[in-house]
């Protein structure tokens, strides 16, 4: 296993060579190209949260609905061919990885436009299957996105490549949830009732925001990627695209696999199952979006900046596995805050309070845990290890969140907010174990 962390005998980095590192074009790139990466997320679950319970649909419903995230969690099983296949036509002009990326972002553009002109409340299926197809088009661009990340540097920048693209992802996420909260409260006519109009205009802009990206790609350099012997037949390639990336990790980390996978597997899960109940719970408690919106822009913002810049410079300086275990502590303390929250009424100073730490955790967290997938990797099958890894982060996690909403009706808001902090402690005895292994 490796580290961004000094060898013993070498000299650490000097805080000016750290932060230099963030004004290199590869760390700038990866800051639009986050923001590309974050858009679509909260689109298909926390802000669609929103909209379908202001829309009348029960926490139930709202709960299952969040399985179309589970796209995310499989993304695994295409991710061979967006690491080897090339696209007609596209790939011999922007190369393997950009191709990918732009033939994604335009179904997601797509996607978001189809969610924008349906009205949930004339029925879920349209809504749905548009959802589901951003959210695919939105993992395949994950995949291309990471392989893009691993390749544009060497694993002294993973760390700063990860804290900007974490940066410009959370930024992306702020702008999906307190963004588009803010343009339908702007949309709408009055200020009573659902207002499928004013939810339309916010979508649109949403995928309008999706050509910063496209932009990115375009004027990007195709990174230098390790070359594969050619296949001589089918079985040849299936055997190198679909075979080898995972017998390569077991081989490399033996009996340290299963470890390494099994943190991979719950080190988000606090976070993960929270999230899709916090917009419904915002609702439930009187916050309107214009509050919500507000709180995030101005406070969220901030503290998510400040959370990925200080999560890339400690992982630099002390090591990813340190800030991991700091990560997620915080990220389960978070949670027992929006239970804090839910004795409050409706507080906006408290509201400012549990959303700014929520963030803060979440960018030291989230900064760390990229950085230590991205180390696990072998550039030679740098998609395909990637996306097995962040699958596996989200396969669990949005299984069990697919059931908070019928959680939250049997037990109500502040048992669920302080089960979820509990799931987080099987994280830490697990980043403790693979730290000790890493030291041997």
Excluded at 92 to 102: E, M
Excluded at 294 to 300: C, D, E, P
Excluded at 332 to 348: K, P, Q, Y
Aim: aromatic letters at 10%; charged letters at 15%; one cysteine or more.
């Amino acid at each position: 296993m490796t580290s961004s962390a000094p060898e013993p005998g070498q000299l650490k980095p000097s805080w000016a060579d750290t932060l230099r590192v963030y004004l290199e074009p590869a760390t700038l790139r990866m800051l639009a190209l986050g923001f590309a990466a974050g858009l679509p997320l909260l689109l298909v679950l926390g802000t669609l949260s929103f909209r379908l319970r202001e829309a009348g649909v029960d926490r139930g419903t709202i709960g299952e609905l969040s399985w179309v995230g589970l796209a995310y969690a499989f993304k695994w099983a295409w991710a061979p061919l967006v690491d080897r296949l090339p696209l007609p036509g596209l790939t011999r002009w922007l190369g393997l990885r950009r191709s990918w990326l732009l033939v994604s972002q335009a179904a997601i553009m797509a996607g978001l436009v189809g969610m924008a002109l349906a009205n949930p409340q004339d029925g879920l299926r349209v809504v749905v299957w548009c959802a589901l197809a951003v959210a695919f088009a939105s993992a395949t661009q994950d995949i291309a996105l990471d392989a893009f990340r691993i390749e544009s540097a060497g694993a002294e920048r993973q760390a700063a490549l990860a804290a900007a693209y974490q940066t410009g992802y959370r930024m992306a996420m702020i702008w999906a949830g307190a963004g588009v909260l803010w343009l339908a409260a702007r949309a709408e006519i009055n200020a009573t009732g659902y207002q499928n109009a004013a939810w339309a205009t916010a979508y649109l802009v949403m995928a309008a925001s999706m050509l910063p990206g496209v932009l990115t790609v375009l004027l990007s350099r195709e990174p230098v990627r390790h070359e594969l012997p050619p296949a001589r037949n089918l079985g040849e390639w299936l055997q190198g695209a679909m075979v080898e990336p995972f017998t390569d990790f077991l081989s490399r980390y033996k009996w340290q696999a299963g470890l390494i996978l099994a943190l991979i597997a719950v080190y988000r899960i606090s976070d993960v199952v929270m999230g899709i109940m916090a917009n419904p719970f915002y609702v439930d408690m009187g916050y309107t979006k214009d509050e919500v919106a507000a709180v995030t822009k101005i406070y969220g913002v901030i503290m998510t900046l400040v959370g990925a810049f200080v999560g890339g410079v400690l992982a630099m300086r002390l090591g990813v596995m340190r800030v991991l275990m700091l990560g997620a502590v915080f990220s389960a303390a978070s949670n027992l805050l929006f239970a804090w929250l839910g004795t409050r009424g409706h507080d906006v100073t408290a509201l400012i309070f549990v959303i700014s730490a929520d963030n803060l955790s979440s960018g030291i967290a989230s900064a760390a845990f990229i950085a230590y997938l991205s180390s696990l990797t072998n550039i030679s099958y740098s998609a395909t290890q990637y996306a097995l890894f962040s699958s596996m982060m989200l396969l669990a996690p949005k299984f069990i969140a697919g059931f908070s909403g019928h959680y939250v009706d049997a037990y109500g808001y502040s048992h669920f907010f302080v089960s979820t902090a509990l799931l987080g402690l099987p994280v830490l005895l697990l980043v403790g174990l693979a730290a000790r292994a890493a030291r041997r």
